[in-house]
Structure formats: structure tokens, C-alpha cells
């Protein structure tokens, strides 16, 4: 049922996004200048082989990987061989021991609002290692956090510009889903680069951490009919 568009519930969304994520997908396109950036934390080998298969199953044709994430000591190898026995194009891997992680902020002595927020400003921080030619060359940048399991195909926008990203139109909490966005290299670069300070500076994550970036860099957003799910260590 998951694969089903017509079997999505109404929930909470508005009839006319309901209507439009129910109908049928457009026919996949070769979309060779699409550049898939895999970054976050591999909590297990499991949990990445699980990701990476959907991945290999729902990007588009042609479309390119590169690999900035955080694993654990123990599965370090393993996520390493995982990763560049995958059948898509890759580009380049680079993993780093989650202890290399910098500390936290206090978020006013919430412990696990500090722990949330370090874990994704580390996450914000692998993208400021992406080399700048690792950018260039593809117009389409997809970010996809590794943890991440696709239900659906990658649906690229058919319109690109430089203050337009694209977001699951499953919600949460009535703001932007933040764990899968596709956009113009230009407009995700910016999104980038100001997450990053945002969350170096204030104790905010998540999606109303997006939500204020949006708001900031004055971007445009629409929604994609790609389907994601979180895949914890346990595959739960």
C-alpha cells in the first residue's frame, strides 16, 4: 500500500495537496545532471544498507553520489564498503568518526534539546565539507540525509531557479519536512551555508529551523510527491 498514491490518507493535508500527491507520478526522465548529496550519520550497517538500497532503486537515471557523513567505530569498515560497492555513479565518500562531532550548545539546559541540536548541527556541518567541485556540474542537487529510506522515486521538478526548493508534502507539525529536499544547486548552496550558522548560533533545528531559513534567504518553496521514512539502528 505504501507504493499506492491513492492510498495516501487525507491527514492533515488540504484537499488540493492531497488531489495532487494522489495522482500518478510523471514518467521518470534521464536525469544525468542530478547530483545526490548523502550526508548524516550511519547508526548501523543495517540501517545503511536499507537506505542505500532504496536509493539505488528510486534515484534517477544518471543521476550522481557524494558521501559526507558521520559513522561509528564500529561499523566504520563496514559503511565504507557499503558505500563504494553501490551501483549508482559515485562521486566521492567521506566518512568521519561521530566522536570528531563538536560540542554542544546548552538550549537552555535541556538536555535533550541539546543533544537533538548538536546531532543536527554536526549533520550541517559535514556540508561545509563538500568540496566545491563536487558542486559543479550539476544544476540538480538533491540532499538526502543517509539515515533516510525512500518509499518513492526521486520526483525531480521539472522547473529549476535559483529561489525554488522542493519538500515532501508530508509535513510535520504543520511546517517543512527537512530530511529530503531537491532544489537548484544555487539556491541549496545558500541553504547550506545559512543552516549551518543558524544552528552554530541558536539552538533551533529540524523543521522550524528550515522554516526560518526560508524565511531569511527569501526562497520559494513547492513539494515533491517523493515519499521518505527514518530508518533508526534498528531499522525501526
Not at 521539472?158 to 519538500?167: C, H, K, R
Amino acid at each position: 500500500m505504501a507504493d499506492e498514491p491513492g492510498a495516501l490518507p487525507q491527514l492533515a493535508l488540504p484537499p488540493w495537496l492531497r488531489a495532487w500527491a494522489a495522482r500518478p507520478p510523471e514518467p521518470r526522465r534521464d536525469a544525468g545532471r542530478v547530483l545526490v548529496l548523502a550526508f548524516g550519520l550511519v547508526r548501523s550497517a543495517a540501517m545503511l544498507d536499507a537506505t542505500m538500497a532504496s536509493l539505488e532503486r528510486r534515484a534517477p537515471p544518471g543521476a550522481e553520489l557524494a558521501v559526507c557523513a558521520y559513522a561509528d567505530a564500529p561499523v566504520f569498515g563496514a559503511a565504507h564498503a557499503r558505500l563504494n560497492r553501490t551501483r549508482l555513479r559515485l562521486r566521492s565518500v567521506a566518512l568521519f568518526d561521530v566522536r570528531t562531532r563538536a560540542s554542544e550548545l546548552s538550549c537552555g539546559g535541556n538536555a535533550r534539546r541539546a543533544g537533538e541540536h548538536r546531532n543536527e548541527r554536526a549533520a550541517a556541518e559535514l556540508l561545509l565539507h563538500v568540496r566545491p567541485r563536487e558542486w559543479g556540474g550539476r544544476p540538480i542537487v538533491v540532499l538526502w540525509r543517509i539515515d533516510t529510506e525512500l518509499i518513492s522515486d526521486i520526483d525531480v521538478p521539472s522547473a529549476q531557479s535559483a529561489d525554488l526548493i522542493a519538500v515532501p508534502h508530508l509535513q510535520s507539525g504543520g511546517r517543512l519536512n527537512d530530511r529530503f529536499l531537491v532544489g537548484d544547486t544555487r539556491a541549496v548552496q545558500r541553504l547550506v551555508a545559512a543552516r549551518a550558522a543558524l544552528l552554530d548560533s541558536e539552538c533551533i533545528y529540524g523543521e522550524a529551523a528550515l522554516v526560518r531559513l526560508v524565511r531569511d534567504l527569501k526562497l520559494r518553496v513547492t513539494f515533491t510527491r517523493t515519499r521518505v521514512v527514518r530508518r533508526r539502528a534498528d531499522l525501526f
